[in-house]
């Protein structure tokens, strides 16, 4: 099956920074638009940054300056480097994905699973 699988989640003090690695694996003929989004406690999930696969790219507010989303196309991976984290940032965030399956050339919005970061001192 095509899915995502996430890691790099965890704690961290603010000010500090952490990598999130999102890879897509399956039978993957393409992939288009890649994204983070976040779900911060007692809030709606939000989008934190996106890329096309052409390279244009899109950081949320509270984000820019920070976080830095980038893509390997050849490795079928995303990443989102998160610098200076504050308190705020602390979500679970997700890895966001639309892939053109092999098989039967169908389009799927895939979900990774959700990787949990905590910034606390």
């Known amino acids: 099956q095509v899915q995502l699988v996430e890691s790099g989640g965890g704690l961290v003090q603010p000010g500090g920074s952490l990598r999130l690695s999102c890879a897509a694996s399956g039978s993957i003929f393409s992939i288009n638009a890649m994204g983070w989004y976040r779900q911060r406690p007692g809030k709606q999930r939000e989008l934190v940054a996106s890329?096309?696969?052409?390279?244009?790219?899109r950081y949320a507010d509270s984000v820019k300056g920070r976080f830095t989303i980038s893509r390997e196309n050849a490795k079928n991976m995303e990443y989102l480097q998160m610098n200076s984290l504050k308190p705020e940032d602390t979500a679970v965030y997700y890895c966001?994905?639309?892939?053109?399956?092999?098989?039967?050339?169908?389009?799927?919005?895939?979900w990774g699973q959700g990787t949990l970061v905590t910034v606390s001192s």
């Open positions: 890329i096309t696969s052409g390279g244009s790219i």
């Open positions: 966001n994905a639309g892939v053109i399956r092999d098989e039967d050339s169908r389009y799927f919005e895939l």
